[in-house]
């Protein structure tokens, strides 16, 4: 079977189904953090956040299985500015707001415009999962 995207006109097609398809999810994504913020989370969208803080994010490998937070026990490297403790995720505590959490998910700033420190990776998710990360670590008490 021949590969309709090979030709010029079926990679437009293609690029064309992938733009649509990031607009629909950036809209998804935006409404779902409105939302979040207006409404209790449904349970599929507290089933990706518990998914994407373990299997996908390994959040417990730093704040502990029960994403309390803690002592650091991550060896630090040398030079690298590096977090003695780590915070507790539960109930997302360190951020005033969702759109702040939101942010530092979508970008890894902070709201002071800064990056947290090593071993904590800049995150860089899409507003759908960083939505579902939300709703389900505010949803921990």
Known sequence: MK????????????????????LVALAVGHSASRALAQTAAPAD??????????????CADCHNAQLQGG??????????????????????????????ALTFLRTGALPDGSKAKAPMPGYRFNQADATAIVAYLRSLK
């Open 3 to 22: 590969n309709p995207f090979a030709t010029k006109r079926g990679a437009q097609m293609l690029l064309s189904t992938v733009a649509a398809g990031f």
């Open 45 to 58: 969208l507290l089933a990706r956040g518990e998914y994407l803080t373990g299997d996908a994010g390994q």
């Open 71 to 100: 002592p650091n026990k991550v060896k630090p490297r040398p030079g690298v500015p590096w977090a003695d403790t780590v915070p507790s995720l539960r109930g997302l505590k360190m951020f005033a707001t969702d759109a702040d």
